[in-house]
């Protein structure tokens, strides 16, 4: 027993013992707000060595529905600015800027990004510089818009080795070259002012763009009116266009630098860039305003708002909002043993007690064997949840049951757990007997691995309390993440630990008999339940195709074990060649099983702005962006097909009738955010409201926050939400 003590103290210190690993993933390299994750990215494939390439980048993924802003800003907003310091040796170059995407709001119009983008910025590296390790550090401030504007900045620092390779983000640059515009020679194009109007003529544009509506950026802010109507065409190659000159223009340059581009969301990112002569005469320019040095002086007094920050240092979180967050793990951690896929799990447990119910001390071992399980899954399933993320994956909590693969394991684990407990066979005569004796030699081992099946299939789902405590979780240093993912685990194998040490538990179980054969048989029908939702939650993943080819793969398997534990000729003869169907199905058709499909469209009708229906939409963050520029209220189920609460809810409370009704009479859009497969819009979305797993239910309102609901909300608490 002293075993098993030691075994959960050094894994509950062993948190402490990882700040270190967190320097370069998390504490240097990411900031994290509501609105944007930014991350620097380096670049340097043949190593930090004079005249190889060396590359820096800021990435910002937006939250949906908000977006930054490009060198030329457009009617408002700012560009994001960059200020590095580099060791000596070392010089940046300008922003590759990608092209741009205007975004208009009633008589305005922005240039600028969403979703996810790269700014990268090449460096210059000479034979002056010296060192082993490279350390980058970035002082980066941005703009960051919806219908409203938060000006926000991040300190960034990352070390580099010079020697070797540094491409684990080719991709992402890559990405970030292909969207940058072509820069080629004006040639015949010409730019002619007048009184109102700059008339803009362009030859050498792409033959493929011919007759297609085109945007147009001046890189010179201040020359046009973005947001006012403006006409163009096109004359065989030539395009032509009239744009309206803003009244306020203070600039007369001669040549303009432009970039031109296909209009709409959807087309080529990349664009043309030029700069163009001007031909003529530019009107008179509006006289600038000089501000008045009293107010210069006054501004100068007021500090400059930090609204964004590195992700906390080691021990800086320590107050009421961690201990919250360990709380409410602790309680969400007690609710995942009433979630559903986890009795055929603790029924397990309790045969375990009925086996032992006069040994005292076994009891004690096995709870403790138990707990451990638990608590060290956790903290491996948190470990990686934040290592993946760290590294640029947009993951969240239950990210395991995201992968087809992982869903196809469980159900096979419990097909055959299932059998076991039927009856069909003994692994004692299906495995050789070295294999088949560990469990009789190794008892606690057992106890320990059913934990980690506990955790397994109950962690997917966010019980009550877990939803802010998980959120939390995933912007503290990874002590105190891994603090919070080990007071869940606490939490879920605290009532079997308590259990295992009060005598009058055991005493009140019956002594073993004939009925344990009995229940042993019983409980084979719950752990196949639980393959068939395991088996439902493929069916979404991978389709129809998926779930049938993994069921003909299951009966085989069946078959095989039923073989396997036959003697003489039935085994010799029967075995290998179920085994070679097998062998032979996953490898014909196995990819059906494990290759995501298309998530089909959860909505059928089109989304009527002037009013609202009591259907469910899907939800994409375009179709959330557009809704909120219209200014509808609109509520998201965030939701998975491997989460058993978000089915219970989605069944009882978000389909009552009276529901429905009032949602309708409000003019509330229904939207349903679909996480069943990996999807990094989904994640930003629900890390723009302080969660990173499900079920989460959020209403947006026009003009405010959103407004959070519980993991198991009544019908009287949404009704709540719906008030102004």
Same mark, same amino acid.
Request: hydrophobic residues 45%; charged residues 15%; aromatic residues 8%.
């Given at each position: ?8 103290i050094?894994?509950?210190?062993a ?6 690993l967190?320097?370069?993933l998390?504490?240097?390299?990411v900031v994290?707000?509501a ?6 990215l ?11 390439p060396l ?9 949906p529905?908000?977006?930054s ?5 457009g009617?408002?907003?700012?560009? #994001?600015k ?22 208009p ?5 922005n ?7 790269l700014?990268?910025v090449?460096?210059?590296v ?6 082993s ?6 002082h980066? =401030?941005?703009?960051?818009?919806r219908?409203e ?19 684990q ?11 940058a ?5 004006a040639?015949?194009?010409r730019?002619r002012p007048?009184?109102k109007?700059l008339?803009?003529?362009l030859? +050498?544009?792409? $033959?493929?763009?011919? %007759? ?7 890189e010179?802010? %201040?020359?046009?009116?973005? +947001? ?5 065409a *096109?004359?065989?190659a030539?395009?032509?266009?009239s744009l ?9 340059? #001669?040549?303009?630098p432009l970039?031109?581009?296909?209009a709409?969301?959807d ?7 030029m ?6 005469t ?6 600038r305003?000089?501000v008045?040095?009293a107010?210069?002086?006054a ?15 080691a ?7 961690l ?5 409410g793990?602790l ?10 896929c986890?009795f055929?799990?603790l029924?397990?447990k309790? @045969?375990?007690f009925?086996r ?5 001390r076994?009891?004690?071992?096995a ?9 060290l899954? &956790?903290?491996?399933?948190? +470990? ?13 909590w239950?990210?395991q049951?995201q992968?087809?693969a992982m ?7 419990f097909?055959v757990?299932?059998?076991?407990l039927?009856? !069909?066979?003994? &692994?004692g ?7 088949a ?20 299939v ?8 877990m939803?802010a =405590?998980?959120?939390?979780a ?6 105190q993440?891994?603090?919070v ?7 879920m194998a ?6 295992? &040490?009060l ?10 008999g004939? *009925? @344990?054969? #009995?229940?042993?048989? &019983?409980?084979?029908?719950p752990?196949?339940?639980?393959v ?26 069946? *078959?095989l ?6 003697? %003489? ?8 060649l179920?085994l ?14 494990w ?6 469209m @959860?909505? #059928?009708?089109?989304?009527?702005l ?13 179709q @959330? ?14 939701t998975?097909?491997?989460?058993v609460t ?15 009704d ?18 990094p ?6 890390a723009a409201?302080g969660?990173?797993?499900?079920p ?7 003009? $405010?926050a959103?407004k959070?609901l519980?993991?198991?909300? $009544? ?6 939400? !719906?008030?102004?």
């Open positions: 027993m002293r075993h098993w003590i030691a075994l959960l050094s894994a509950w210190l948190v402490t013992a990882l700040p270190s967190a320097l370069d998390t504490g240097g390299g994290k707000t609105q944007v994750r930014a991350e620097l380096v670049h340097a494939p043949e190593g930090v060595t004079a005249g190889k590359w820096l980048g800021l990435q910002l993924q937006h939250a529905g908000w977006h802003y490009w060198k030329n800003a009617d408002s907003g700012l560009p #994001t960059l200020r590095w310091t580099l060791p000596a040796g070392m010089t940046a170059g300008e922003v590759t800027w990608p092209t741009p995407r205007k975004f709001l009633g008589e305005l119009a240039y600028g990004y969403d979703g996810q983008m700014l990268p090449p460096v210059t000479t034979p002056e510089f010296r060192g390790e490279l350390e980058i550090a970035l980066a =401030s941005w703009l960051v818009c219908q504007c938060i000006p926000e900045e991040g300190r960034f620092q990352v070390r580099v080795p010079v020697q070797g390779s540094t491409a983000h080719a991709s992402r640059f890559q990405q970030a070259w292909d969207a515009p072509r820069t080629q020679p040639n015949g194009s730019l007048d009184e109007t008339r803009v003529s030859e +050498g544009l792409p $033959s493929a763009w011919r %007759g297609k509506t085109l945007e147009i950026f001046p010179t802010a %201040g020359l046009i009116t973005p +947001g006012a109507a403006w006409t163009q *096109w004359e065989g030539r395009w032509s266009a309206p000159l803003s009244s306020d223009r203070s600039e007369a340059p #001669t040549q303009v970039v031109v581009a296909l709409g969301k087309s080529s990112p990349a664009g043309v860039r700069e163009v002569p001007v031909e003529g530019w009107p008179a320019a509006a006289q305003s000089e008045p040095e107010l210069k002086q501004l100068a007094q007021i500090p400059t708002p930090t609204v964004t920050q590195r992700v906390p240092d021990g800086a979180a320590g107050g009421i909002g201990w919250a967050a360990l709380l793990a309680a969400g951690g007690l609710i995942l043993n009433l979630m559903p986890v055929p799990v029924a397990i309790v @045969m375990a009925a032992h119910a006069d040994d005292r076994a009891h004690r071992q709870g403790l064997a138990y707990t451990a399980g638990v608590l899954s &956790f903290l491996a399933l948190g +470990g990686l949840l934040l290592t993946l993320r760290a590294a640029g994956e947009q993951l969240g239950g990210f049951l992968s087809p869903v196809t394991g469980l159900a096979v684990l097909t757990i299932g059998l076991n039927a009856g !069909l066979f003994e &692994f005569r299906v495995l050789p007997a070295s294999l004796g560990l469990q009789l030699r190794h008892p606690l081992a057992d106890a320990f691995l059913t934990g980690v099946l506990a955790v397994a109950a962690s997917p789902c966010t019980a009550p309390f939803g =405590s998980l959120g939390l995933i912007g503290l240093p990874t002590t993440a891994l603090a993912f080990g007071a869940i685990g606490i939490g605290l009532p079997y630990l308590a259990a295992s &040490f005598p009058g538990f055991a005493r009140a179980l019956p002594r073993p004939a *009925w @344990m054969e #009995t229940l042993r048989q &019983f409980m084979a029908f752990m196949l339940a639980t068939v939702w395991l088996l439902w939650v493929l069916g979404q993943q991978t389709g129809i195709d998926g779930v049938a080819t993994l069921l003909l793969a299951l009966l085989l398997l069946a *078959w074990a039923w073989a396997l534990a036959q003697r %003489g000729r039935a085994r010799t003869l029967l075995a290998p179920v070679a169907g097998l062998v032979t199905l996953l490898w014909q058709a196995g990819d059906r099983i290759k995501p499909q298309t998530q089909a @959860m909505g #059928t009708a089109a989304i009527d002037q009013s609202a229906d009591r259907k469910w939409h899907t939800w994409t963050p375009e @959330m962006a557009k809704l909120q520029a219209a200014g509808k209220p609109v509520f998201v189920d965030y998975a097909a491997w989460c978000c089915q219970y809810n989605k069944g009882t409370v978000l389909s009552d009738p009276g529901l429905l009032r949602f309708a009479a409000d003019g509330v859009v229904l939207l349903r955010a679909d996480w069943t497969l990996r999807d819009a989904v994640t930003a979305a629900l409201v969660r990173n797993g499900v989460t239910y959020a209403f947006y309102q026009p003009g $405010s959103p959070l519980s993991e198991l909300p $009544s019908v009287a608490e949404v009704m709540r939400a !719906l008030r102004p």
